[in-house]
């Protein structure tokens, strides 16, 4: 069908809007409650690795060796990282919403993401994100991570669209500055209804309505 938008193509970030974050603070402080571990120790080696980590250039085991296991412990690497995989849940009806306007305006779906590389694809393939996103511009895979301008370049260039022609869904504020700096048009999201109502104003309307949660 004729698009009925100038836009061509969608960046989205994963965590805070197609899942939760997949290792937050807040996640932290549950696998430490889980483990019985020092939140506050771990914490500093996690600071200490997490930009490292997620640049890809630390492996899963890598990362806990040095945050978790740098001592000897009651429960296992598996079972830890069973716990941390876990923490990942979806948001159905974000996508939801982003399979719809894939199939009704035909636009390219690229994910620009920090994460790390076995937390990544483990939610991508548990998620199916590989079903509606043509490209992952994720910070394990590219080795650059937000806020650093390049990688908002390199998605650009992956998907060969003009940044006019570029709307980025996003839910921390200083990555929509940055975004909005190149002239990539941004939302700040921080709920499923107010998102929408912005991405009508770009001519992407959700005609279908309301999605029901479905858990």
């Not at 193509?9 to 965590?15: A, E, K, Q, S, Y």
């Not at 910070?139 to 650093?148: E, T």
């Amino acid at each position: 069908m004729k698009k009925a938008t100038e836009i061509t193509c969608v960046f989205l970030d994963i965590g805070g809007v197609l899942l939760t974050d997949g290792w937050d603070h807040h996640a932290r402080k549950r696998a430490a409650t889980n483990f019985k571990l020092k939140f506050s120790e771990m914490e500093d080696r996690h600071h200490l690795m997490f930009e490292t980590y997620e640049l890809g250039k630390l492996t899963i085991e890598e990362y806990l060796n040095r945050t978790v296991f740098y001592e000897e412990r009651p429960f296992t690497r598996a079972q830890f990282r069973k716990f941390m995989f876990a923490q990942s849940k979806s948001f159905p009806q974000m996508i939801t919403l982003v399979r719809r306007f894939k199939a009704r305006y035909g636009l390219k779906i690229v994910v620009v993401s920090n994460e790390a590389r076995e937390l990544n694809v483990y939610r991508i393939r548990k998620f199916k994100l590989d079903e509606f996103v043509d490209s992952f511009i994720t910070s394990c895979f590219v080795h650059i991570r937000k806020p650093d301008t390049d990688i908002f370049r390199l998605a650009l260039d992956t998907a060969q669209s003009p940044a006019r022609q570029v709307v980025y869904i996003e839910d921390t504020p200083m990555f929509v500055q940055v975004a909005e700096g190149l002239g990539i048009r941004s939302i700040l999201h921080t709920d499923y209804k107010s998102t929408c109502a912005k991405l009508a104003l770009f001519g992407l309307q959700n005609v279908e309505g309301v999605i029901h949660e479905n858990g």
